[in-house]
Structures are given as structure tokens and as C-alpha cells.
């Protein structure tokens, strides 16, 4: 069998789904992929949007010595310098400050740093740097008063939905992956030599499809799918919810703002966020499930709030909040889950012909990818695993989307940018089933207003019906 010829499916359209969709692509796979909702729209939308090694863990390297927290931050910190390249207009390398309050802390966070800095060559973005204290009040004017200066390091920031969406449609045009959003997986039966998914699509009969190999990337819902597969497998994830604040009515942020360590030993970061808002994050409280498109609770909301009062003497009006699950794989079942580690896992079933990828992180997406073809083709092919083709951009050709904005440039409303034109694209291609994944997946306004989303969902409601492509 040439390997043109063979058939993955996977199963989640979020940044793990979609790195595995390019790894498998660009080796010549023919590729199925299933999500249960829109692409993107599950934990892969509620990250803090940061594309970074994450000094945060290089912190975890130093006080645990643990190998896999320094695997994890110099293969993020490659992986940062690809994924910025890989899409300019939606990743972008951001400043970041880590304000210093004395001598000790200036000693402290910059040796750290400079091993950051360190660790990301031959990747580094541009060198940390000591930030006086005139410069850092220029900068930070409504930083509360006591700081000595601060450290700035670079890390990236991207919008994480729309990386998704355009990976997606980059990989169908390209490759001709097929993605099939609003298709949930309900069962999965293993046949000898092949593997069969049922699908209920959303609104459509259900059916069956069948490859030679199924990748379990259902992100924090990863040990649902895999009791499917197997049913009497022990769960191998936590989950933790993390929560964020979008601020408005603030100066225009163009550097990143790091609160080093709470009380409970985390960091928060303060970023510049869409029009000129400021995006605040996050928590990590263990949570029993993951729910969609969950609420931030109001105990989270304060404590966010809490600590940017701590920090800053203006404090903004909140315009969104927003929530995810982190999936982590959880070594055992004690300790807190801000400090199980971030690593991704891949579990081989080799008589199942299923590999389950656990964990991870949006920065790595495309190692995680790579790590599944290998095992792969180490554990179930038994070849080398074949280089491929380069793939350096992921900007899909939008010149189709372009003409209908062009035929279509009526606005869903006159005081709002967006068309009707885009509307009919997503819809055309059938990567549009309701309203809000216009509103959410492809505009994010709820991560920026959750009024100025709402109000844009109801008017596109009422014109849903006739804007539909044949
Ligand atoms: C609060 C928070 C902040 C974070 N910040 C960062 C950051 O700044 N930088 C970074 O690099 N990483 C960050 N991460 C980590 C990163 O966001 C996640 O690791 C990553 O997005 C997980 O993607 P995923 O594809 O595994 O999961 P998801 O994005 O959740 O995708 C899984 C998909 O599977 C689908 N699915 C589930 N069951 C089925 C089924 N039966 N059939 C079909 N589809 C199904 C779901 O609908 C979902 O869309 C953060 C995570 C959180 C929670």
C-alpha cells in the first residue's frame, strides 16, 4: 500500500487535531477530520494567545530540575519562532515586562530571563533588556508607584481562533483535507485492518467512514473518546479551568505586562488585546469536567480583578470574559494542577489502530503533530517515517472570500465592518452553521464585547435565511 494511499482519521478540530491534519498532509495522507462543533472553537479559542516557551514553566525547570519542563520550553521556543513565521498577520512577537520592586527581584527574574533568552537560541526573537524606572512609568503610566524598573523579554502573541480557521481551510486548499465541522464521532469500531467512526453530523443522517488509522485530539473530552475506543481505560486527564478578562476604557497597550507570582504561586499576564483592549489571565482551578463555552465564575472574576487593582491604579470597564479547560495529563492524582506539567503525551493502541494525544499546548501544535506521525509510523507501520513536504506559511488563499465581500459589501449593520459577503463565504463552504460562528469563529467579537457580539448575532439571525449560499 503506498502511502498515498492511506487514510487518517482524527477526531477534534482544535490546534491538536489540526497539527496532526498538517503532519499527516504534507506526508501525502489522506485526511478526515471531525469536529463536533465549529474549528477552534473548544479550548483552542480560550488560550491566552501568548506563542511562547513560557517563562512560567522555564521557573518549574529550575526549582524541580524535571527534564520534561525543559524539553517543553526549548521545543515551545522553536516552535514560537516557526509559528510566528508561519502566519504574519496573526501572530506577531510582543514585549512583555516583568516589573521589579528591588534589587533582589532584579537579580532574580533577570537570570531567569537571560536563561530564556539562552535556551531560545538560535531562535531568539530580541535580547531581554533592563528597563529603567522613567522608561517603565512611560510606558505603564498607571502602574501603581514602587517599582524599581522592570525586565522586557519577548515573546509572541496570536489571535488563536482564526489561526485555526485559517490553518484549516490552508490544509483543505492545499492538501485537500476534509474538514468536517458539526460532525460529531458518536462510536468508534475497530475491524481487522481498519478502524470506522460513526458520525452524526449536526442537522444530517448519521454515517459510518472508515480509514487504516484514527488520532484521538479531543483536547480536555480526550478520555470520553478514548472509553469509546477502549472502555475500560483509566482516565488520564485533569482538567483546569482558566479564565480571563477582557478590559476596555484603558490607554492602548502595546507592551505585555507580566504579574510574576500570586499568592497561590502563579502569573498573570495583562496583554494588549483587539482594539486597544486589554486582555487579563488567567486562573487555573481544577475543575471535575469540561463544559462548552463554560461561564467565568464571579469568584475568578475577583480574583483577576484583585490582583490587577494590586498592580494598577486604573482599572477599565470589563467589555468580555472567557474560559477554557486546560488538559493536562495527570502524572498521579495528588498535587495542585498549576503544577502538572504541560507536556504532551501520545498513547499508542496498537491493536486499536488508535493513537490518543493528550495535553500539549497551542505553541507546540505542530511538534505534537510530528510526534503523533512518528509513532505512527514507528508503532504501527513499522517504516521510517517519511520527511515530507515543507510547509513555512499557513495563509490560505482568501482571493474566493475576497470576490463575494466585493459582489456582497452590504453590512449585517451600517455602524459594524462586517459583510455580507464574508457571511456567504463561510457558508458556501459550508464551515458556517449558525450565526455565532460568524460572530465568535471568524470576527471573536465576543472575546472583545460581549454586547457588541450579541447584538451582531441577533441581526445576523434575522438575516441568516437569505444569506445563504448555494
Ligand atoms: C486558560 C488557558 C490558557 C492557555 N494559554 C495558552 C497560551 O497562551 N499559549 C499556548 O501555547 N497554549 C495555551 N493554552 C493551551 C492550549 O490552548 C491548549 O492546549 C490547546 O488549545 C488544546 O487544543 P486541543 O485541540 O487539544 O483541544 P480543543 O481546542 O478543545 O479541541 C478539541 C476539539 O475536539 C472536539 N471534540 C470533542 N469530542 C468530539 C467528538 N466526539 N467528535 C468530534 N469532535 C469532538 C471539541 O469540540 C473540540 O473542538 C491555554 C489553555 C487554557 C485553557
Not at 230 to 255: D, I, M, Q, Y
Not at 454 to 468: I, N, P, T, V, Y
Request: aromatic share 12%.
Amino acid at each position: 500500500m503506498g502511502s498515498s494511499q492511506r487514510k487518517l482519521l482524527i477526531v477534534g478540530g482544535g490546534s491538536s487535531g489540526l497539527g496532526t491534519a498538517l503532519a499527516a498532509a504534507r506526508r501525502g495522507w489522506k485526511v478526515v477530520l471531525f469536529e463536533a462543533r465549529d474549528i477552534g472553537g473548544g479550548t483552542s479559542t480560550t488560550s491566552t494567545k501568548l506563542i511562547h516557551g513560557g517563562v512560567r514553566y522555564l521557573e518549574s525547570a529550575i526549582t524541580t530540575f524535571r527534564w520534561s519542563d525543559w524539553k517543553l520550553v526549548r521545543e515551545a521556543l522553536r516552535e514560537r519562532k516557526w509559528m510566528l513565521e508561519s502566519h504574519p498577520i496573526l501572530c506577531r512577537p510582543l514585549p512583555i515586562i516583568v516589573p521589579v520592586e528591588s534589587l533582589g527581584q532584579k537579580l532574580y527574574y533577570g537570570i531567569g530571563l537571560k536563561l530564556y533568552d539562552f535556551l531560545s537560541y538560535p531562535y531568539r526573537l530580541a535580547p531581554t533588556e533592563w528597563i529603567p524606572k522613567e522608561q517603565f512609568y512611560e510606558k505603564f503610566p498607571t502602574a501603581k508607584q514602587g517599582f524599581i524598573g522592570g525586565w522586557l523579554y519577548w515573546d509572541g502573541s496570536f489571535e488563536d481562533r482564526l489561526y485555526a480557521v485559517h490553518l484549516a481551510l490552508y490544509l483543505r486548499q492545499k492538501f485537500g483535507v476534509e474538514i468536517r465541522p458539526y460532525h460529531e464521532v458518536k462510536e468508534v469500531e475497530v475491524t481487522r485492518g481498519e478502524v470506522r467512526v460513526h458520525v452524526q453530523p449536526q442537522g444530517g443522517g448519521p454515517y459510518v467512514e472508515a480509514g487504516d488509522f484514527l488520532v484521538n485530539a479531543t483536547g480536555p473530552w480526550a478520555d470520553i473518546l478514548r472509553r469509546k475506543v477502549r472502555p475500560h481505560a483509566k482516565p488520564r486527564l485533569r482538567v483546569s479551568r482558566g479564565s480571563h478578562l477582557v478590559l476596555r476604557g484603558l490607554f492602548p497597550l502595546s507592551t505585555g505586562f507580566l504579574i510574576p507570582r500570586t499568592a497561590d504561586g502563579r502569573v498573570i499576564f495583562v496583554l494588549p488585546w483587539k482594539e486597544n483592549t486589554w486582555l487579563l489571565g488567567t486562573t487555573d482551578e481544577e475543575a471535575s469536567q469540561p463544559e462548552w463555552n463554560p461561564a467565568v465564575p464571579p469568584a475568578e472574576e475577583a480574583y483577576l480583578l484583585d490582583y490587577f487593582r494590586r498592580y494598577f491604579t486604573q482599572e477599565g470597564e470589563v467589555s468580555a470574559r472567557f474560559a477554557g479547560y486546560r488538559p493536562l495529563v495527570a502524572a498521579d492524582a495528588h498535587g495542585t494542577t498549576a503544577r502538572l506539567a504541560r507536556n504532551h503525551v501520545v498513547e499508542v493502541w496498537r491493536e486499536e489502530r488508535t493513537i490518543n494525544l493528550l495535553g500539549g499546548k497551542w505553541t507546540t501544535f505542530r511538534a505534537m503533530g510530528e510526534d503523533v506521525l512518528r509513532a505512527l509510523y514507528r508503532y504501527m507501520l513499522s517504516e521510517p517515517m517519511p520527511e515530507g513536504e515543507k510547509v513555512e506559511k499557513i495563509v490560505p488563499d482568501f482571493s474566493e472570500k475576497e470576490a463575494l465581500e466585493a459582489q456582497y459589501p452590504q453590512r449585517i449593520l451600517s455602524d459594524e465592518p462586517f459583510t455580507e459577503g464574508e457571511v456567504r463565504f463561510w457558508r458556501r463552504i459550508r464551515w458556517a452553521h449558525q450565526p455565532v460562528d460568524i460572530v465568535e469563529g471568524r470576527w471573536q467579537l465576543h472575546l472583545i464585547d460581549e454586547k457588541r457580539a450579541a447584538r451582531l448575532k441577533s441581526a445576523l439571525e434575522m438575516q441568516w435565511d437569505q444569506l445563504k449560499e448555494p
